[in-house]
């Protein structure tokens, strides 16, 4: 049984220490396969020896033939082009992994802007389309800038006081009242993406309480 699973994506590879501890420290380690070359320049650093991750997923067209009969042993190939490398590796991790209660997704930004804003909106797809808390499972995006995770209703979160924290949503009916900011949201419409960005923590502990079950995207830099 695995307890944390690490995913990551072919964006910028983690460089700072928590993400990096985040791999580390992992139950069971998937690469997206573009990713699974920038694994292996890291391996050692991180782990102190070369290691290979636990799965590569995707469709296999970012690696050479040569290195896919290499590594064929720990490869799982997914066709479909319906959803991205880190979508199916997600799917992946739900129908397969059983225990995980910390799923981290790593390396999905940094590089291109159209992967990088693609990447992060999934994540309120996957609270949407899936019912994870009841499976008990918190998924959380982790760069080495921030964390960030999608909410489908009210909530409270110890972040610290001075903390910055962005809100965005695609529902411009939504209302999140907030306590423990420095800049209270009562009163914002989300009709475009900076709206409820670039706020503070004005205490350790911040609740934003849902107007309507939802989806809105919170990110802790």
Not at 142 to 154: L, N
């Amino acid at each position: 049984m695995h307890n944390t699973a690490v995913i990551i994506c072919d964006g910028k590879f983690p460089t700072t220490e928590y993400p990096r501890y985040l791999i580390r420290t992992a139950d069971f380690i998937i690469c997206c396969d573009g990713a699974l070359k920038k694994f292996l320049r890291n391996s050692k650093a991180i782990f102190g020896t070369e290691r290979l991750p636990d799965r590569v997923i995707g469709d296999m067209d970012s690696l050479s033939p040569s290195m896919q009969s290499k590594y064929k042993d720990i490869l799982i190939q997914i066709d479909e082009q319906e959803h991205n490398d880190q979508t199916k590796a997600f799917r992946w991790v739900l129908e397969n992994l059983e225990g995980i209660s910390q799923l981290y997704i790593l390396g999905a930004t940094g590089e291109r802007e159209d992967h990088t804003i693609g990447n992060i909106s999934l994540l309120m797809e996957y609270a949407r389309t899936f019912d994870l808390e009841s499976m008990g499972i918190r998924v959380e995006m982790v760069t080495d800038h921030g964390t960030i995770f999608a909410a489908t209703e009210s909530f409270e979160m110890d972040c610290g006081e001075g903390r910055a924290v962005s809100i965005f949503s695609p529902d411009n009916s939504l209302r999140i009242r907030s306590e423990g900011l420095v800049w209270p949201t009562d009163d914002v419409i989300f009709d475009n993406w900076w709206k409820a960005t670039l706020n503070k923590a004005s205490r350790d502990n911040v609740r934003l309480e849902f107007s309507h079950k939802s989806i809105a995207l919170i990110i802790l830099n």
